[in-house]
């Protein structure tokens, strides 16, 4: 391997292992799959490989922290990728790639990743991520799906729609993995593009798809009262203006337009909704109010 550097044994990985995803990054709105990621390291776990930071990052955009007490320079924190074998009680092992998303070697990290899943003899991946979306706080957020397996894009449901991005890190190894011969799939939540902070329902939701393909047994109710929480203090944001809130009527009236019509050609996204994404508010129309009312309420 150019890169990766194997710190543990991999002979007793287990039957059939799963190369898992979820990088703190572009694609990481509101922290939805690094906070699912984090939920999976909840099962029994142990780093067994991880990348020298030095060949990934500009230190320049994204910094190592530094502590300093007193006037002593303390501890310094670097930021990592690293491979953590996750051992759920049920379900096939999982190797759970997560960190900071890299600035260089995206191509070298997957050919690496690539080896390593040969040796243990993973043949599927799944990647956790997010983005921001014309999705009211209001409405439950929406999962697409993006990979190379027709039966299992069916099986869970909206795949992307088309179109032509820039690559996130995510994106270009999952396309590198399915080029590869890997099953891929991608699980994207969308969330509400004002929220500023973290959003757990966007967590529990991948964790719910994740779940429900692999098998994993992962106890969603953790998130019950965090998404509570959440969704109040959101509603009292909305509330406090009329500008606002008629922001996230106009976002209720596109959501429930999309979901009708999907409804009514059978769920195959074809249709079109009432409104157009240009007649969404921006986020900076949208979030800016609610961040700074949120921001008080912190205070």
Same mark, same amino acid.
């Given at each position: ?14 039957? &059939? ?6 990088? &703190? ?106 983005? +921001?979306?014309?999705? +009211? ?86 998130? &019950? ?75």
């Amino acid at each position: 391997m150019e890169l990766l550097r194997v710190t543990q044994p991999l002979d007793d990985v287990g039957p &059939d292992p799963v190369l898992v995803v979820a990088l &703190d990054g572009w694609t990481d709105a509101a922290g939805a799959g690094s906070g699912a990621a984090e939920t999976l390291r909840a099962f029994p776990s142990e780093r067994v490989a991880e990348f020298p930071p030095d060949a990934l990052y500009d230190y320049r955009d994204r910094r190592p922290q530094l502590s300093i007490d007193r006037g002593r320079l303390d501890q310094l924190t670097w930021p990592e990728l690293v491979v953590e074998l996750v051992t759920p009680p049920s379900g096939p092992p999982l190797l759970l790639v997560h960190g900071a998303e890299p600035d260089l070697a995206w191509q070298a990290c997957a050919a690496d990743l690539l080896e390593l899943a040969a040796t243990v003899g993973a043949t599927r991946y799944v990647g956790l991520g997010s983005v +921001p979306g014309p999705i +009211p706080h209001t409405r439950p957020v929406q999962v697409v799906c993006t990979g190379n397996d027709d039966e299992v894009l069916d099986r869970m449901g909206r795949p992307h729609e088309q179109m032509i991005v820039p690559a996130s890190c995510q994106v270009a190894w999952e396309a590198m993995f399915a080029a590869a011969g890997l099953q891929t799939l991608g699980l994207w939540v969308r969330i509400p593009h004002y929220v500023a902070g973290g959003y757990p329902e966007a967590s529990r939701s991948l964790l719910e798809r994740f779940s429900a393909h692999l098998g994993t047994p992962v106890d969603l109710t953790v998130f &019950d009262p965090l998404i509570e929480e959440n969704r109040a203090k959101l509603d009292v944001a909305a509330s406090s203006s009329d500008e606002v809130a008629d922001h996230v009527h106009q976002l209720e009236q596109l959501y429930d337009a999309e979901a009708e019509a999907e409804r009514a050609v059978g769920g195959l996204g074809d249709a079109r909704p009432t409104f157009t994404e240009d007649e969404v508010p921006t986020a900076e129309e949208l979030g800016a109010e609610i961040e700074r009312f949120l921001r008080g309420r912190a205070q």
